[in-house]
Antibody
Framework: EVQLQQSGTVLARPGASVKMSCKAS????????MHWVKQRPGQGLEWIGT????????SYNQKFKGKAKLTAVTSTSTAYMELSSLTNEDSAVYYC?????????WGQGTLVTVST | DIQMTQTTSSLSASLGDRVTISCSAS??????LNWYQQKQDGTVKLLIY???SVQLGVPSRFSGSGSGTDYSLTISNLEPEDIATYYC?????????FGGGTKLEIK
């Protein structure tokens, strides 16, 4: 069974950076693109970017270039997303999601709250 | 970027109703269109891929159709567990983009 287990809630200060994780299980981690999606409170879904753990190839939504950095550690089947220079606009739930004819598998989401 | 528009942001229907949710793309997307269901607890589920293919495990009352720029999701015989927000998503051209969502409520 494919499972994506995300790290827990984060409270961060404006200007700081946060790094969240998405641990995959139940499939060959290096064979599928892992995507990240943002959802601000009461808002819709926004695609941030994707990484192919097999060779660390990445593709970003232009909007998030310089904001998000995607990495993956194959030995632990874990994908990471680091968000930098946090502002209130970065307060959101962030999902990792794996492709299979669409985003077929989703993590439970990581809530990031940016506040003083 | 391709803009995905769900003109109906909320929809109220009765149990047993047939419900159609629409989605329009700012340019043709060649049927590269998926539908997702998001429950109130945040759980997201893929319902339909490539316009009309039903994801494994999704009830047969869910169906999708469309072409070019206009697509729709239909739920026949609405059940209580269908209460959720529904999103369309295009994967014709990067960046992948989602519609704004349609929140389905019980009348």
């Amino acid at each position: 069974e494919v499972q994506l287990q995300q790290s827990g809630t984060v409270l961060a200060r404006p200007g700081a950076s946060v790094k969240m994780s998405c641990k995959a299980s139940g499939y060959t981690f290096t064979s599928y693109w892992m995507h990240w999606v943002k959802q601000r409170p009461g808002q819709g879904l926004e695609w941030i970017g994707t990484i192919y753990p097999g060779n660390s190839d990445t593709s970003y939504n232009q909007k998030f270039k310089g904001k998000a950095k995607l990495t993956a550690v194959t030995s632990t089947s874990t994908a990471y997303m680091e968000l930098s220079s946090l502002t209130n606009e970065d307060s959101a739930v962030y999902y990792c999601t794996r492709e299979k004819r669409g985003f077929a598998y989703w993590g439970q989401g990581t809530l990031v709250t940016v506040s003083t | 970027d391709i803009q995905m528009t769900q003109t109906t942001s909320s929809l109220s229907a009765s149990l047993g109703d047939r419900v159609t949710i629409s989605c329009s793309a700012s340019q043709g997307i060649s049927n590269y269109l998926n539908w997702y269901q998001q429950k109130q607890d945040g759980t997201v589920k893929l319902l339909i891929y490539y316009t009309s293919s039903v994801q494994l495990g999704v009830p047969s009352r869910f169906s999708g159709s469309g072409s070019g720029t206009d697509y729709s999701l239909t739920i026949s015989n609405l059940e209580p567990e269908d209460i959720a927000t529904y999103y369309c998503q295009q994967y014709s051209k990067l960046p992948w983009t989602f519609g704004g969502g349609t929140k389905l409520e019980i009348k």
